[in-house]
């Protein structure tokens, strides 16, 4: 709109403009209604916006606004990892790790997940972690993987959090802290992520917290995939403790559930 104008502010601006758009701008695009966000997005993207091609390419991934299209979601995201866009690179990394519209190639997602670390992505570093801490698609380095994590930690990734804090209480190519592994792991429950909480309650019933703990083992469904619920769950179930059986049965029918 021009300068004084009264009318509603243009949401989707023209494609010499893409450069200048600012977060908000971008959140409310992306936000609003999908077909035409759908529309301009594409546009955008084959205007070689590489922020454009990457929510293109997550779009497509996931189906939103449009059918699931695993290879074009891959294409562009490596278009725009090809631009530097670190979310794309991780992104293009995942697709080739698990074979996402591609063959699976897990030294390629190790340079495209490296990429995206480099470029100071918390995922991308978390990813990289993995495959070093696993040793697929390069070799295996607990060190490497361990000072990964530790920085995504550095930056609020939840789930590097409850990652450090293993490293830390087993004593894995550090020094053992269980104190340090406890504060990480209650950061990273308390920032939502379920692997944390299953590590901060198991903690905390080891020292015969178990009010609280069975207060984080309930909060796993919350945001947790069926197919961990249910891991977990069994876990769960072998416990002496009935309370924490009781939340066992309880994550098992919430399994149940989403699956049917």
Not at 3 to 26: E, H, K, M, V, Y
Not at 113 to 141: C, E, F, H, I
Not at 244 to 256: K, Y
């Amino acid at each position: 709109m021009t300068a004084g104008s009264t009318g509603p502010q243009r949401i989707f601006p023209n494609a010499s403009d893409l450069d200048a758009l600012s977060r908000a701008q971008w959140e409310a695009i992306l936000n609003g209604p999908a077909a035409p966000a759908v529309t301009w997005i594409t546009a955008a993207a084959r205007e070689n916006n590489a922020q454009a091609q990457a929510v293109l390419g997550q779009w497509l991934l996931d189906g939103r606004g449009m059918e699931r299209n695993a290879s074009a979601a891959f294409a562009w995201f490596q278009r725009a990892a090809a631009q530097g866009h670190a979310m794309a690179a991780n992104m293009a990394g995942r697709c080739l790790e698990h074979g996402w519209g591609t063959a699976e190639n897990h030294a390629e997602a190790v340079r495209l997940y490296r990429q995206s670390a480099d470029g100071g992505l918390d995922w991308g570093m978390y990813n990289l972690a993995n495959m070093l801490a696993t040793g697929r698609g390069v070799a295996l380095d607990q060190p490497q993987a361990f000072d990964w994590y530790r920085r995504a930690a550095e930056l609020g990734h939840a789930r590097s959090m409850n990652m450090v804090g293993r490293y830390l209480e087993e004593g894995l190519v550090v020094a053992q802290d269980t104190v340090r592994a406890f504060a990480l792991y209650r950061q990273s429950a308390e920032a939502g992520d379920f692997r944390g909480q299953f590590s901060y309650a198991s903690m905390l019933l080891e020292q015969g917290q178990v009010d609280a703990a069975v207060q984080w083992f309930e909060r796993i469904a919350d945001s947790a995939p069926a197919v961990h619920i249910e891991r977990i769950a069994r876990q769960l179930s072998a416990s002496p403790e009935p309370k924490v059986q009781q939340v066992a049965q309880h994550l098992l029918a919430e399994s149940a559930k989403r699956s049917s």
